[in-house]
């Protein structure tokens, strides 16, 4: 056997997860000294420490691409893009949470540090070039989640999602790792890169062992990004986790595991893109076709976001399809939209939780909009990006992807991209019509929070920012795609 | 003599009745252990690998594995704790609250 070399890691590529890290223990032992009454001090500490995490990701960018760990982490701008883009979704995370730990009597302070854990656990996954390292980063980010889900520790149906999120998430992480092992067996190195080079070097396009690799691959992998057939576990964790979390794992995770698909796929097995493209046309057409119907019958409004997040995850899955350079732009690039339009319309959710009020039914929002027509117009905005209509980020973001499946000659999804985005115009709507047109009810006082009002108002400005200026926005998502 | 063969066979045998286990029982323990035994095929597969490629790296990443999966039971008991003590059960079926 070749023994291991040993060579001094350049620090510089791990240096954000490295300063995250420590600032979370930094707040594990601080919160011990914390009194009870004033638990927001540590969502202040976790501010803090995205905001030093955040400076510490530009100085990163500025040493170029590195790797290290005998390359089984890379800093490049890819990477670099989408730990931004962690850093905002946690602090817009963090700020929706404060008040909302506390009406669900679970204002404890370890709720920030495993959030920032797997905040951490994400920017491992983006950075992997090795599986080992997919597989670490993938499961530090999942395991933070599975606790975070189950973190109203008193209410049933919190038990219930987590079980649920955790039982089929390790089932998924099972399936990922089996095809990560035929992987290995097939090439002999962990390596994306030496991967990618041995499957070009040799001729292994229709090696069994190779295709079912691809499909256990692809199975695991749908299962973290929720695309149908492995979308049931989503529904019920959304609906019953804590919805600061379900707002936060509708992105975060869903974009990580985005990159690490495009990494594992665009970069390690370019050689069996027929079989992988095949699969993923089908899984990408079907999850926005049931993502998108089975929401319309809904009337739980968490569960109508995750189903139409499963649809969603279809539109994105286009743009790794077409695998171009454009394609993995366009899913950077709504990635970054998600995040805003997404969290934004969890947050107004929130707005509407009171002690003994779930107020996560549509019907809960009747007459919203004109009790409160500023926020009403907020959710208006959120809800037309996320159908893709125009002037808003949701509109740019789509209009990138299926240009991008256009242009790789994918004109059937697009076609069903397009169907599927007017059958979400219905159930959209119908959350439209409730706020503007439905009787005024009870007990919508909302939540007195200036950070959750905060959020919403910068939420619905970014998306109108990003869709009526998205130039600045296009050109950083070009220049952080992978070089392929 | 036993090959690659018999090892990757043996693995293949033990990953399926894993996630036949997943798909078919119906305790949340159960089918926690079976998670368990997939994951055992896996490290049984790469450490065949590793001695017939004559590399490292497999028996390295087995290490990793081992690892996650000692934390993942630790959450994974912890879940099922906190379900029960709401609960009362752990029979997946009757685990219901939220259904399309």
Redesign the interface.
């Known amino acids: ?2 023994p ?1 070399q040993i060579t001094y890691p350049n620090m510089m590529v791990i240096l954000p997860e490295v300063v995250l890290s420590c600032w979370v223990f930094f707040m594990m032992m601080a919160d011990l000294f914390i009194p009870k009454e004033k638990k927001e001090i540590n969502a202040v500490l976790g501010l803090i420490g995205l905001a030093v995490t955040a400076v510490s990701v530009f100085m990163v960018l500025s040493y170029g691409d590195i790797s290290s760990f005998n390359d089984s982490m890379r800093s490049d701008r890819f990477a670099l893009f989408f730990k931004l883009l962690f850093i905002i979704t946690a602090a817009l995370a963090i700020l929706i949470s404060a008040k909302y730990i506390a009406i669900e009597g679970v204002n404890w302070g370890e709720y920030y540090s495993i959030l920032l854990f797997s905040v951490v656990g994400m920017m491992v996954l983006v950075s992997a070039t090795d ?2 390292t997919v ?2 980063g993938m ?1 530090f980010m999942a ?1 933070s989640i ?2 975070l889900t ?1 973190f109203i ?5 919190s ?6 999120y ?2 089929l998430g ?2 998924s ?2 399936l990922i ?2 095809g ?3 992987l ?2 097939v090439t ?3 390596n994306v890169y030496k991967i990618a080079n041995f499957l070009a070097a040799n001729d292994n396009y229709s090696n069994p062992l190779m295709i079912a690799s691809v499909i256990l691959l692809i199975s695991g992998f749908a299962f973290k990004i929720a695309a149908v057939p492995f979308h049931m576990w989503a ?2 964790a959304y ?2 986790a804590p919805t600061s979390i379900t707002a936060f794992m509708s992105v975060g995770p869903k974009a990580a595991s985005f990159a690490a698909l495009l990494r594992v796929f665009l970069v390690a097995l370019p050689v069996m893109k027929p079989h992988w493209v095949a699969i993923f046309w089908g899984v990408s057409a079907i999850s926005m076709v049931v993502g998108n119907v ?1 929401a319309v019958a809904q009337t739980n409004i968490k ?1 109508m976001l995750a189903y139409s997040g499963i649809g969603h995850a279809g539109y994105i899955l286009m743009g790794v399809i077409a695998g171009t350079r454009m394609g993995v732009a366009s899913v950077l690039l709504y990635m970054l939209v998600y995040i805003f339009m997404s969290i934004g319309a969890f947050s107004v959710i929130i707005l509407l939780r009171k002690t003994g009020v779930k107020g996560d039914e549509i019907k809960d929002f009747s007459g919203f909009a004109r009790r409160y027509p500023s926020l009403g117009l907020c959710m208006l905005i959120f809800l037309i990006s996320l159908i893709g209509l125009p002037p808003t980020a949701g509109f740019i973001g789509k209009l990138y992807l299926f240009a991008a499946a256009v242009e790789a000659e994918y004109y059937y999804l697009a076609v069903i991209g397009v169907l599927m985005s007017v059958v979400s115009l219905f159930y959209y709507m119908q959350v439209a019509k409730t706020m503007y047109i439905d009787e005024e009810i009870e007990g919508q006082e909302l939540v007195p929070s200036r950070a959750l009002t905060f959020v919403v108002y910068f939420c619905a400005a970014a998306t109108l920012l990003i869709g009526m200026f998205p130039d600045g926005f296009i050109s950083a998502a070009m220049a952080a795609v992978l070089p392929i | 003599m036993v090959t690659l063969e018999h090892y990757l066979v043996l693995s293949a045998i033990l990953f399926g009745i894993g996630a036949i286990g997943v798909l078919v029982r119906r305790n949340a323990i159960i089918i926690f252990m079976s998670i368990e035994l997939m994951l055992n095929a896996v490290n049984l597969s790469l450490v065949a690998f590793s001695r017939q490629l004559n590399s490292m790296d497999g028996q390295v990443f087995v290490f990793f594995i081992m690892t996650v999966a000692a934390a993942e039971a630790a959450i994974g008991l912890a879940i099922m704790v906190s379900l029960f003590r709401n609960k009362e059960t752990l029979n997946v079926d009757e685990i219901n609250l939220m259904k399309w």
Not at chain 1, 153 to 157: A, G, K, L, P, T
Not at chain 1, 159 to 164: D, G, Q, R, S, V
């Open positions: 056997m070749t291991i599986l080992v597989y670490l499961e395991l599975y606790v189950g520790r008193h209410d049933v149906r038990n219930e999602a987590a079980l649920k955790f039982l390790a089932f992480s099972g790792l089996y990560m092992v035929l290995y067996g002999g190195s962990t529904p019920d609906e019953g089975v569960r």
